[in-house]
């Protein structure tokens, strides 16, 4: 059985009109499935970038990410994340914000 998230010489450059900047370069390992693992380095290594190509929110200028052995290649519902720092809606309940997901996709149900 294979791992449950791969990365495969994963690669991502930010494009502006003046420029081109390597974010993350050939990054490449697996994560089983029930594994924790944490990402950490100083302010600006990549660390959300990962996160964000992880999530489908972004593609990989090069290389290949598979999540239970299916290519990830847009954004989905099956993985979320949250950001060191809160970005909470102030005017919402620690609750009310929980839900916003829920209500964004109008899936929020008793049951969810």
């Excluded at 964000?52 to 979320?80: E, F, V, W």
């Amino acid at each position: 059985m294979g791992a449950f998230l791969e990365l495969q010489s994963v690669s991502f450059s930010y494009h502006s009109l003046e420029a081109e900047t390597l974010a993350l370069n050939h990054i490449s390992f697996e994560v089983d499935e029930g594994e924790f693992v944490a990402i950490v380095g100083p302010s600006g290594c990549g660390k959300s970038t990962l996160l964000d190509l992880i999530s489908g929110m972004s593609k990989p200028s090069t290389g290949a990410i598979q999540l239970q052995g299916k290519s990830i290649d847009h954004a989905t519902a099956n993985i979320g994340y949250m950001l060191q720092k809160d970005h909470l809606f102030e005017w919402r309940t620690v609750y009310s914000n929980v839900l916003l997901g829920l209500e964004i996709r109008k899936k929020e149900t008793k049951e969810t």
